[in-house]
């Protein structure tokens, strides 16, 4: 099942960048006009990449944990931004399907990462030359 302690956690960490962003968006416009858009979808696909890295459960398990936890973070962060009027509220539901699709595909690279790890898979340490 859903490991609540780790959505907690992811969900959290994407809510906290979500509102970050909404903040530097109200104070800088380029942000909000240009880049919020991708900035909600990465945040999204990277709350879901925590949540399925640190469960490692499997596949279906971690996607599904990840797609709660990038939605919800999405979801508040455009409320926000709708309350505090930088966002039209027909913007909720693309902002939705677009965290909802990024976050699904954060789940798999964040398994994917879970099986690197339990398998020795690094870096190899860089050469002085």
């Known amino acids: 099942m ?4 780790l959505l907690w956690r992811a969900t959290l960490v994407g809510t906290i960048l979500q509102i970050a962003v909404v903040v530097l968006g109200h104070f800088i416009p380029f942000i909000s006009l240009h880049a ?4 909600v979808m990465f945040i999204a ?11 490692d459960r ?17 979801l508040i962060g455009i409320a ?5 009027g930088d966002k039209p509220a027909s913007l909720i539901r693309f ?8 976050s699904a595909a954060g789940g798999p690279f964040g ?3 879970a099986n690197m790890r339990s398998l020795g898979l690094r ?5 002085n030359r």
Do not use: C, K
Not at 36 to 39: E, P, W
Not at 45 to 55: C, E, I, K, P, T
Not at 123 to 127: C, G, K, L, V, Y
């Open 2 to 5: 859903i490991d609540t302690v």
């Open 58 to 74: 499997g596949w279906a398990l971690g996607t599904l944990g990840s797609v709660i936890a990038g939605t919800i973070g999405a």
């Open 80 to 84: 926000m931004a709708v309350a505090i």
């Open 111 to 113: 398994q994917m990462a």
């Open 45 to 55: 696909g990277l709350a879901g990449l925590f949540y399925a890295r640190d469960l």
């Open 123 to 127: 870096q190899p340490p860089r050469r």
């Open 95 to 102: 902002v939705i399907v677009a965290s909802l699709l990024s």
């Open 36 to 39: 919020s858009l991708f900035a």
